[in-house]
C-alpha cells in the first residue's frame, strides 16, 4: 500500500476514534452542565487540567522517542522490546511520585485555583489515574511505532471517554453528583489500562517480564528530555487558560468557559488523528535523507486536515450561539470566546504539523524554545487581559500565541528543512469553504425561528453540502482519487463499466 493510502487509511481509523472520543467526551460535558451546573463543571475541567499537566512529568516526554527509536531499531526486535519496557517501567515510577505530590498539595493547589474542598477531593481521586494513563499513552504510541494505530485510538479515544460517561451516569443514579464527579475519572483509567495491556504484547512482543527486568536507557531518556519540555510546555499552553481563569475568577466562571473550549477543541483533534501516522513517517523519511518525499508528505497532510476542518470552523464562528445553547443558557455569555478559540484551533489544526516535522527532523530543543517562548507569551496575555475580559480575553490570548507560533514554526521548517506546508491545491478548501459561508449568511433568518438544537443540524447539514459538492467541483486531486480507489476500489470498478 502507498504512503497517501496508508496514511489516509490509518488516519481514518484514528478520525474515527476522534469524533467518537469527542462525541462521549462532549456527552461528559453536556451531562455535567445539565444535572451538576457550571461549578461543578469548572470544578472538573480545573482539575482534569492540573492532572493532565502532572501527566506529562509521568510520560517524560517518552511518547514521542518510542516513536522514533522503535524506528530506529526497526531490525532490532530485541532492542525495540527493551527501549519499551524501559519507558514503561520507569514511566510507571514517575506517574507515582506525581501522585504523592497533588496528594500532599492538592489543599493549596484547590485554594490558588479558588475551588472549594470538592475540587482538592477530585485531585486526589483524579491523581490516582496517573499511573494508568501513563502507561496507557506509552502503550499506544509503541504499538503505533510498528505501524498500527487503531489499539492506541480505541483505548484513548473510545473506551477510556466511553467508561467514564457510562460510569458517570452510573455514580449520579446510585450515589449522587459528588461521587459521580470524582470517582469514574481513575476507574475508566484503570479499565482501559487492562484492555490494552495484551494488545502491546501482540503487537511489539513485549511481555510484563520485559518491563519489569528492563534497565535505564540513557541515550533514549536524554533524547526524551527536551521532548518532556515541549510536552510540558505544550499542556501547560493548552490548559493556561482555564488554569488563570481559576485563578483569577471562580470555578463558575471556568465551567461556563469550558465548554467553548471543549468545543472548538474538536477542529484541532483532525490534526491528532493525521500526525499520528504520519510522525513515524516523517522520522524515517528524514532519517532516510528523502526531503522531497518528506515535502509531499507534508503539503498533502496539511491539505487534507484544512479540507476537514473548514466546515467544523464555519459552524462555529457562525453559530456560536446556537452551539453553547445546547450546553444551557447560563453558558450563552461564551460565545465570543467560542469564535475567537475556533480561530485559534483551526490555527493549531492547520499548522500544528509544522512542530511534528521539527520534531521528528531532530531539532528537539528548538521545538522546547517553540513552546517555552508561547507559554511565556501567554502568561503575560492572559494575566493582562483575563482581569479585564474574563472568558474573552482567555480567548483572546490563546488565539495570539497560536498565531504566531504558526508562523515561527513554518519559517523555521523552511529554513531549516527547506521544505513548506503550502501546495497549490491548498486554495480549494478555503474557496468551497467562501461558498458554504454565503449560503449559510443567506439563510440564517430561516434558522432564527428554530429551536437550537434543530437550528444546529440543518445548518451543519446545509455547511456540509454545500461545501462537499464545492469541492466535487473544483476537482479531487491525483493523490485524493489514488487514495479513493484504494481503499473503496468498488468505486474504480464502477467507473470502468
Same mark, same amino acid.
Given at each position: ?12 481509523i ?9 462525541? &462521549? ?35 517524560? *516526554? ?9 524506528n ?10 527493551a527501549v ?16 504523592l ?8 493547589i ?11 477531593v477530585?485531585?486526589c481521586?483524579?491523581g ?14 509503541a ?5 498500527q494505530?487503531?489499539?492506541k ?7 477510556s471517554?466511553l467508561?467514564l ?9 446510585s ?19 487492562l484492555w ?15 518491563i519489569?527486568?528492563a ?5 533514549m ?30 470555578t ?20 491528532l488523528?493525521?500526525s ?40 462555529f ?29 483551526f490555527?493549531q489544526?492547520a499548522?500544528?504539523?509544522?512542530a ?5 527532523? *531532530?531539532?528537539?530543543?528548538l ?6 517562548a *508561547?507559554?511565556?507569551?501567554?502568561v ?16 483572546l ?10 508562523t ?39 434558522f ?6 434543530? &437550528? ?26 489514488e487514495?479513493i ?13
Amino acid at each position: 500500500m502507498s504512503r497517501n493510502a496508508q496514511i489516509a487509511g490509518q488516519a481514518g481509523i484514528s478520525l474515527g476514534g476522534f469524533v467518537f472520543g469527542q462525541a &462521549a467526551r462532549y456527552a461528559f460535558n453536556l451531562l455535567v452542565a445539565r444535572l451538576l451546573g457550571a461549578e461543578y463543571l469548572g470544578t472538573y475541567a480545573l482539575a482534569v487540567a492540573t492532572i493532565q499537566i502532572a501527566e506529562v512529568f509521568a510520560v517524560a *516526554g517518552l511518547d514521542s522517542t518510542l516513536l522514533r527509536f522503535i524506528n530506529v531499531y526497526a531490525n532490532d526486535p530485541q532492542r525495540q522490546r527493551a527501549v519499551i519496557g524501559s519507558a514503561l517501567k520507569a514511566s510507571f515510577l514517575f506517574a507515582l511520585c506525581a501522585f504523592l505530590m497533588i496528594a500532599i498539595f492538592s489543599g493549596p493547589i484547590a485554594e490558588l485555583l479558588h475551588g472549594r474542598r470538592l475540587l482538592q477531593v477530585a485531585l486526589c481521586c483524579y491523581g490516582a489515574a496517573l499511573p494508568f494513563n501513563a502507561a496507557i499513552t506509552l502503550s499506544g504510541y509503541a504499538v503505533q511505532g510498528f505501524r498500527q494505530l487503531q489499539p492506541k485510538v480505541v483505548a484513548m479515544h473510545v473506551l477510556s471517554p466511553l467508561l467514564l460517561l457510562l460510569l458517570t451516569l452510573l455514580f449520579e443514579y446510585s450515589f449522587g453528583a459528588e461521587a459521580a464527579l470524582c470517582f469514574p475519572f481513575a476507574l475508566s483509567a484503570a479499565g482501559t489500562f487492562l484492555w490494552i495491556l495484551p494488545r502491546l504484547s501482540r503487537v511489539t512482543g513485549t511481555v510484563p517480564g520485559d518491563i519489569l527486568s528492563a534497565r535505564f536507557d540513557r541515550d533514549m531518556f536524554s533524547y526524551a528530555l527536551p521532548f518532556m519540555g515541549v510536552s510540558l510546555l505544550g499542556m501547560t499552553t493548552h490548559w493556561l487558560d482555564i488554569v488563570m481563569l481559576g485563578m483569577f475568577t471562580d470555578t463558575a466562571t471556568v465551567g461556563m468557559y469550558h465548554p467553548a473550549a471543549r468545543t472548538a477543541g474538536i477542529i484541532r483533534s483532525v490534526f491528532l488523528a493525521f500526525s499520528g501516522i504520519a510522525a513515524p513517517m516523517l522520522a524515517e523519511l528524514h532519517a532516510g535523507t528523502d526531503a522531497r518525499e518528506m515535502e509531499r508528505i507534508f503539503r498533502m497532510v496539511t491539505r487534507w486536515t484544512v479540507s476537514i476542518i473548514v466546515p467544523a470552523t464555519i459552524l462555529f464562528m457562525a453559530m456560536p450561539g446556537t452551539v453553547l445553547g445546547i450546553f444551557g443558557p447560563q453558558f450563552l455569555p461564551g460565545g465570543t470566546a467560542l469564535v475567537v478559540l475556533s480561530a485559534s484551533s483551526f490555527l493549531q489544526a492547520a499548522f500544528g504539523l509544522t512542530a511534528t516535522v521539527l520534531a521528528m527532523g *531532530g531539532y528537539a530543543r528548538l521545538s522546547l524554545f517553540n513552546a517555552l517562548a *508561547g507559554l511565556l507569551l501567554q502568561v503575560a496575555l492572559n494575566a493582562l487581559l483575563i482581569p479585564s475580559m474574563g472568558v474573552n480575553g482567555a480567548a483572546l490570548s490563546n488565539l495570539a500565541v497560536f498565531l504566531l507560533l504558526s508562523t515561527v514554526r513554518t519559517a523555521e521548517v523552511r529554513t531549516l528543512l527547506g521544505i513548506h506546508p503550502f501546495g497549490r491545491a491548498l486554495w480549494k478548501p478555503f474557496a468551497a469553504g467562501a461558498c458554504s459561508v454565503a449560503l449559510l449568511a443567506a439563510a440564517s433568518p430561516l434558522f432564527a425561528a428554530l429551536a437550537p438544537l434543530w &437550528a444546529f443540524a440543518f445548518a451543519a447539514l446545509l455547511t456540509l453540502v454545500s461545501y462537499l459538492l464545492a469541492m466535487l467541483l473544483l476537482k479531487l486531486e491525483e493523490e485524493e482519487k489514488e487514495v479513493i480507489f484504494k481503499l473503496l476500489p468498488f468505486i474504480n470498478k464502477l467507473k470502468l463499466r
